[in-house]
């Protein structure tokens, strides 16, 4: 079985600065199985970054996944107002079939 | 565009069986590389993941709940249900439903397993 582990598990900043979120797997993992999700309350998450690097669609360009082996990063390049929210990592092909992570909340 | 739906009771009492449907549009998951699941998550807790169904048919589940669990699809109603046997408190819960790619690829490369569209969510209580 794979964990994810994420870190911080509380990110404070302010607008405008630079948020960088990070998602430790138990084993190497290939990169095009990690996948990114932004949550906010009272919504479904949201697809970010699949395949740890690439966005999905809509998703602005100040987000940026990295990352291989058992490190990535999301890293949202100047915080808006929006983006303060819950970031979740996902690891698919182990057992079980999807994992997440805990999540890392941004709040101001 | 694509939407999907979850419905089924707000309330079932301990020991009952749980039966949600997923009715999703604007994609067929008769179409290759397409699965849709069932990810649930408790009030401020993370994500977890109970069962997928591809279009080939192939039936995945959690390991840790497999027992209680079954998924079924109805690619002419464009639906899927899951069925969740012995419903104790401990599922109160808001369960998702989602479309996922088993496999995306692009002239980049392939990509697996992410989840790209979610239903708005469908909160079950447990209680007698």
């Known amino acids: 079985e794979i964990v994810l582990t994420q870190s911080p598990g509380t990110l404070s900043l302010s607008p405008g600065e630079r948020a960088t979120l990070s998602c430790r797997t138990s084993q190497s993992v290939s990169s095009s199985y990690l996948a990114w999700y932004q949550q906010k309350p009272g919504q479904a998450p949201r697809l970010l970054i699949y395949g740890a690097s690439n966005r999905a669609t809509g998703i602005p360009d100040r987000f940026s996944g990295s990352g291989s082996g058992t490190d990535f990063t999301l890293t949202i390049s100047r915080l808006e107002p929006e983006d303060f929210a819950v970031y979740y990592c996902?690891?698919?092909?182990?057992?079980?079939?999807?994992?997440f992570g805990p999540g890392t909340t941004v709040d101001i | 565009q694509i939407t999907l739906k979850e419905s089924g009771p707000t309330l079932v009492k301990p020991t009952q069986t749980l039966t949600l449907t997923c009715t999703f549009s604007?994609?067929?998951?008769?179409?290759?590389?397409?699965?849709v699941g069932w990810i649930r998550q408790a009030p401020g807790k993370a994500l977890e993941w109970l069962a997928v169904?591809?279009?080939?048919?192939?039936?995945r589940y959690s390991p840790s709940l497999k027992r209680r669990l079954t998924i079924t699809k109805d690619t002419s109603k464009n639906q899927v249900v899951l069925t969740m046997t012995n419903m104790d408190p401990v599922d109160t819960t808001t369960y998702y439903c989602a479309r996922t790619q088993w496999r995306y690829c692009s002239g980049d490369g392939c990509y697996f397993g992410f989840v790209d569209y979610w239903g708005q969510g469908a909160l079950v209580t447990v209680s007698s």
């Open positions: 604007g994609f067929s998951l008769s179409t290759s590389g397409v699965g």
């Open positions: 169904v591809y279009w080939n048919d192939d039936q």
């Open positions: 996902q690891h698919y092909g182990s057992s079980p079939l999807f994992t």
